[in-house]
């Protein structure tokens, strides 16, 4: 797939200090990497999350990942979910800056790895795409060893 080699591979969390001595803000976001479906998962297909008369969460991460597939970070579906559910504009910097300020979930724990099927993968700039855990592709990106792999997070405990 072209996405790099495993020096490229990036893990969300902190990044070091900038350059200015304050502490750059916390990411979501996984690079060349493979969010492979939780062991606990309940389906053996993808599926897509019902809809609700309120969007949940894992169907607005599905929204935005599958009709945008490479266009949007972990970063911009995790805070645009969050700004949508409590009526924020998606597009306020300022509110984007003060939620990464501390530490958030990244798309492991979403829904869509956690119930529903769908493996996340992100490419070389941190964007991401869904694919189907039963799919070809899902088979091939798992087995690739150019990729970062983890899992969704189980749902129970082991």
């Known amino acids: 797939m072209g ?10 969390g902190v990044a070091a200090r900038c350059e200015h001595g304050r502490m750059a803000a916390h990411t979501t ?9 939780a062991e ?3 389906t053996d297909h993808a599926q897509e ?5 309120a969007p949940t969460i894992g169907a607005l991460h599905y ?8 266009e949007r970070t972990s970063d911009d579906v995790i805070f645009s979910t969050w700004a949508l ?14 939620f990464f300020a501390k530490g958030q979930a990244c ?3 979403s829904p869509l790895g956690k119930r529903y099927g769908w493996g996340v993968l992100s490419d070389a700039e941190g964007r991401v ?8 592709e899902y088979a091939l990106l798992a087995a690739d060893p150019t990729l970062g792999h983890t899992r969704a997070m189980r749902a129970k405990r082991a």
């Not at 996405?3 to 969300?12: F, R």
């Not at 999350?49 to 008369?53: G, I, K, Q, S, Y």
């Not at 929204?63 to 490479?70: N, S």
């Open 3 to 12: 996405l790099g080699d495993l020096s490229q591979i990036s893990k969300p």
């Open 29 to 37: 976001n996984y690079t060349s990497t493979f969010i492979e479906v």
């Open 40 to 42: 606990d998962c309940p």
């Open 49 to 53: 999350p019902p809809a609700t008369e």
């Open 63 to 70: 929204r935005m990942i599958a009709e945008h597939p490479f």
């Open 85 to 98: 559910r409590r009526g924020i504009d998606p597009d306020d910097g300022e509110a984007r800056d003060e």
């Open 107 to 109: 798309l492991r724990a």
């Open 129 to 136: 795409s869904l694919v189907p855990r039963e799919s070809a």
